[in-house]
């Protein structure tokens, strides 16, 4: 907060790399963990990142986060465009996304206890490196899965006619 959307562009990457991790649980986990921020500025409690922006967070937020993977695997029926829904491989990647939100944050934020319960030390990565670059990382790595992603998707469909057309070629000779 008041970044949330940035620390979308983490999960993005890695889903255009390892493209057999869960898209969704994934992509939520890089932002539910904010519902803590969220609430500390409805509530104007000072600072915004408390307890859950830390390894109890992780921990809090996976299940939910593959939940509503799973529900909407189901709602919006993505089997049909994604892989079949695995629940390993969701909690992998909702741990993932999750984890990747403290970090990030734990750059820029002094308050946020990276490995909180285990560990009460506020502000292990912090100034590791800039806001801006935290920010600017964020943007190039959202820019780069997003290139990656719509090459994969070229070169999927691509092999998929090529593979119609041999098809379609080995019916005519069969037919000769
Ligand atoms: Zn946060």
Redesign the pocket.
Known sequence: ?PF?PF?LGFGVFVFSVLIFLDPIALLLGTIL??IE?FMRLILNINPL?GIL?SMLGVIVFFIPTVLMSWGCYKIFKLEKYLRKFNWGISIVSSLIGLFS?VFF?SIIYPEVMMFYPFSNKSGILLGAISERMDYYLLVILFSAGTIILGIRFVVKRYRNRKEKGNQLVDQSTQKN
């Open positions: 907060m949330t620390h963990i904010d921020a990142h922006h939100h944050d």
